[in-house]
């Protein structure tokens, strides 16, 4: 069945994050006593709390499907009326069966849909809207699909390092496409892959062949994080902000929020200097002061605050901007 309606936009979207809260007191004092302090780190990183998973339930499998389940419930849908469930993480609970594929049996979809995973990192939530929104451009048997972006990450991190455990938190986010004949939706992307420094983020750190090795502690297993200029990103961001926006006839100014990756408050920052935004401060969503570094969910859980407090409306513009691993990023002009 062909649906009509030509564009894809944003219907609504929702999140879900553990009920546990660790504040940055416990980090400091972790820390203070493996010798190190982190205060200017987690100040520059803007840091003050994030919801952690501390129990066996959950993962990012559930998280994603509570997020699912709001998502779908804010919109009116069902789990039969999906036609396509993506579900994007750097931490799926299994890659057989697909998580999409799981999702797909607990919310009872229908045979005629499609489910697949993806994984751009943290830039994987980013990408899977834009990708989707593509896709459905190009197949008008698609009328709804949904995104969920989860990523259980603080499992991953080893305990003395001070750039991953005090960093992430755990939250998932959840987004229905629908098609549309409004002139508005998904307009334009960009992205910008420098693949030079792969190596300085890896996981599992000792390869997926290599965690039945004999010797293998769980250490040699979680999270790998070398140390390298953190602002790497900033100013391929900033060009490629500006190329979309100069390609669709926009100024930076015309676009009403900015729904950037939470990795770092300092990064947003630079970005919104760099865009001559200094004193719009509130049009850069910003999350990561409650949440933590979700990952793969930061850019959506923004979106859906901005969305909840009315400073994103109908009708604006908005950017999504996102940085995975190696690194690669994905920039996204939507039309709310």
Request: charged content about 20%; some cysteine.
């Amino acid at each position: 069945m062909e649906h009509t309606g030509d564009n894809i936009r944003i219907r609504n979207a929702a999140y879900y994050h553990p009920q546990h809260v660790v504040d940055n007191n416990y980090y400091l004092k972790h820390f203070a006593a493996l010798g190190k302090d982190i205060k200017r780190f987690l100040e520059v990183m803007g840091r003050e709390q994030r919801y952690i998973i501390n129990n066996e339930h959950e993962n990012a499998l559930t998280m994603g499907y509570e997020a699912a389940q709001k998502v779908l419930a804010g919109a009116g849908l069902q789990g039969e009326d999906l036609d396509m469930i993506v579900f994007a993480s750097q931490t799926p609970e299994y890659t057989y069966p697909t998580n999409a594929l799981l999702l797909h049996h607990r919310l009872g979809g229908k045979h005629r849909a499609i489910t697949l995973d993806s994984n751009a990192n943290c830039a994987g939530m980013v990408t899977a809207v834009e990708q989707a929104s593509r896709y459905m451009k190009a197949n008008r048997s698609i009328r709804y699909a949904l995104i969920v972006g989860s990523d259980y990450s603080s499992i991953n991190c080893r305990t003395d390092d001070e750039i991953t455990y005090p960093n992430f938190g755990d939250a998932a986010a959840a987004v229905i496409l629908e098609r549309t004949p409004e002139a508005s939706g998904f307009r334009d992307s960009l992205y910008y892959t420098d693949s030079g420094i792969w190596e300085s983020i890896t996981f599992p750190s000792c390869g997926l062949s290599g965690i039945y090795r004999e010797g293998i502690t769980p250490d040699d297993i979680k999270l790998r994080w070398n140390p390298f200029d953190g602002s790497v990103c900033v100013d391929a961001a900033v060009n490629d902000i500006k190329e979309l926006l100069d390609r669709n006839g926009l100024a930076a100014g015309d676009i009403s929020a900015f729904c950037l990756s939470q990795f770092s408050l300092k990064n947003i920052e630079l970005i919104r200097e760099a865009l001559g935004l200094e004193a719009e401060a509130e049009k850069f969503m910003y999350v990561g002061g409650e949440f933590g570094y979700t990952a793969t969910s930061s850019p959506f859980i923004a979106f859906q605050r901005g969305v909840e407090d009315g400073r994103i409306q109908r009708g604006d513009y908005l950017i999504f901007w996102s940085v995975g691993a190696g690194w690669q990023i994905p920039t996204m002009l939507y039309q709310y």
